[in-house]
């Protein structure tokens, strides 16, 4: 157990609609990051949250957005839904900043757009 | 961007020591050196992390030589359970002012064999 949360497991949607992921990160833990697994696009990395702040931002589509609560929690946004968002989304967090810390992962929601 | 170099896949087979190398030329200085290990519809979990020669821990061994342009994660008596995609990740400390996202490459598909 990696000590990161994320809800739900499964999410099964239709297109055009919209979905929150949620994740909760390790106590102690400062920085989120958000990442995008499709089977043929490998880890995607969407975007990085620091103790509130976005800190970094990757491939993230606009129909996209996120944010990190005060209590450190962060969810992800997803709108406008396509068939093509099916994928798995993995949160990770880690304790600074730093891209050389050590990042400990969710184990992910599945999301099915039909 | 420091865009890192892996075989895609790999096969051995059970009780031998197995090698994968990940080429990185454009590493930056304050750039660590860090493997993560992912099985199907998990979150890639942290093997091994360093900056330079050799680290050992309890699961693989890390080997980086004098000038980092590439690393190599070996596996001592692989079994079964060790078929996974490996990854290989190259990151900055943002006090360097950098803004350097957490980019996974394709990884390698290890699969050990009876």
């Known amino acids: 157990d990696s000590g990161v949360t994320q809800t739900p497991k499964h999410l099964i949607t239709a297109t055009g609609q919209r979905v929150t992921l949620r994740c909760s990160p390790r106590?102690?833990?400062?920085?989120v990051y958000w990442y995008q697994q499709s089977l043929d696009q490998g880890l995607q990395f969407l975007i990085q949250?620091?103790?509130?702040?976005?800190?970094a931002k990757g491939n993230i589509l606009e129909r996209f957005s996120a944010q990190q609560f005060p209590d450190l929690h962060s969810e992800l946004n997803l709108s406008s839904l396509e068939l093509g968002d099916s994928a798995l989304y993995f949160c990770?967090?880690?304790?600074?900043?730093?891209?050389?810390?050590?990042?400990?992962f969710g184990s992910g929601t599945q999301l099915s757009v039909l | 961007l420091a865009k890192t170099t892996q075989p895609i896949s790999m096969d051995s087979y059970e009780g031998q020591e197995v090698n994968i190398t990940c080429s990185h030329n454009?590493?930056?200085?304050?750039?660590?050196i860090t493997w993560y290990q992912q099985f199907p519809s998990q979150g890639p979990r942290f093997i091994i992390q360093?900056?330079?020669t050799k680290v050992t821990n309890e699961v693989a061994s890390l080997f980086i030589p004098a000038d980092r342009k590439s690393s190599t994660l070996s596996l001592p008596r692989v079994s079964l359970s060790d078929t996974a995609v490996y990854y290989c990740?190259?990151?900055?400390?943002?006090?360097?002012?950098?803004?350097?996202?957490?980019?996974f490459g394709s990884g390698t598909q290890l699969t050990v064999l009876p």
């Open positions: 360093g900056y330079k």
């Open positions: 949250y620091y103790n509130g702040e976005e800190r």
């Open positions: 106590s102690g833990d400062l920085s």
């Open positions: 990740l190259v990151g900055v400390d943002w006090t360097s002012g950098s803004a350097r996202q957490l980019t």
């Open positions: 454009n590493i930056a200085t304050n750039d660590y």
């Open positions: 990770a967090s880690s304790v600074s900043s730093s891209t050389n810390e050590k990042l400990f």
